[in-house]
């Protein structure tokens, strides 16, 4: 069992859904990273959570370090966003080395 | 304030060589991690360095290797290439020190081996 675990692995939607992308993790954790991935391979940090809730326009991450669970939400959807997202994990005493989860490709489609 | 930078771009190479990729993070951040990106292990962490020191290390063989320089400047090196090293190679760079830092990712270099 991976260490992160994202859900969906794919995910199509139109154009104004609200979008939840889910993170589970199974290590004690330090922080959780929220990334976003355009093709061509560039990453993009969206969000870095070590509690509670951040928003950031339309984006929205949150985190429950009981349940070891963190989700990323997009509202109003736009085909920009059409990604892949990856969430991330740094533990307890790893430095800065992260753990990743296997991303989940969004398309939006107009 | 210029972002990460990666060079070179994109590299073939084939089986059996050498290969140094350079990473310079944003100035002023003195920590710098490589990752390794494939289709079928995903995002990978081979190593982190802070004020020229390995902080950390993945689970990569000893071909993987690395350096980093005392402008934070870092470069990492695979020997003897096999078919299974093409893969995205993405460094990121954070301040480094106390505190949960975010990472900030270079554009990445594309490894081709043939």
């Known amino acids: 069992k991976n260490e992160v675990e994202q859900s969906p692995q794919n995910l199509t939607a139109q154009e104004g859904e609200f979008i939840t992308i889910n993170c589970s993790y199974s290590v004690g954790i330090s922080a959780l990273h929220w990334l976003q991935q355009h093709p061509g391979g560039g990453i993009v940090s969206l969000f870095m959570?070590?509690?509670g809730k951040k928003k950031h326009g339309r984006l929205i991450a949150t985190i429950n370090i009981q349940e070891k669970h963190s989700s990323l939400h997009i509202t109003a959807s736009h085909p920009r966003d059409s990604a892949v997202y990856i969430c991330?994990?740094?533990?307890?005493?790893?430095?800065?080395?992260?753990?990743f989860g296997e991303g989940t490709q969004l398309t939006v489609n107009p | 304030k210029a972002g990460v930078t990666q060079t070179p771009r994109y590299l073939i190479k084939t089986r059996g060589q050498q290969v140094t990729l350079s990473c310079s993070p944003i100035?002023?951040?003195?920590?710098v991690s490589w990752y390794q990106q494939t289709p079928g292990q995903g995002l990978q962490f081979l190593f982190e360095y802070f004020s020229e020191t390995q902080r950390n290390k993945g689970n990569f063989p000893g071909r993987f290797s690395g350096r980093q320089f005392s402008n934070s400047r870092s470069e990492m090196n695979v020997s003897t290439l096999e078919l299974g090293d093409s893969a995205l190679y993405l460094c990121?760079?954070?301040?480094?020190?106390?505190?949960?830092?975010?990472?900030?990712f270079g554009p990445g270099t594309r490894l081709t081996v043939l």
């Open positions: 100035s002023g951040h003195r920590s």
């Open positions: 991330a994990v740094r533990g307890e005493t790893s430095g800065s080395r992260l753990t």
């Open positions: 959570l070590s509690s």
């Open positions: 990121a760079s954070t301040r480094g020190g106390q505190g949960y830092n975010e990472q900030f």
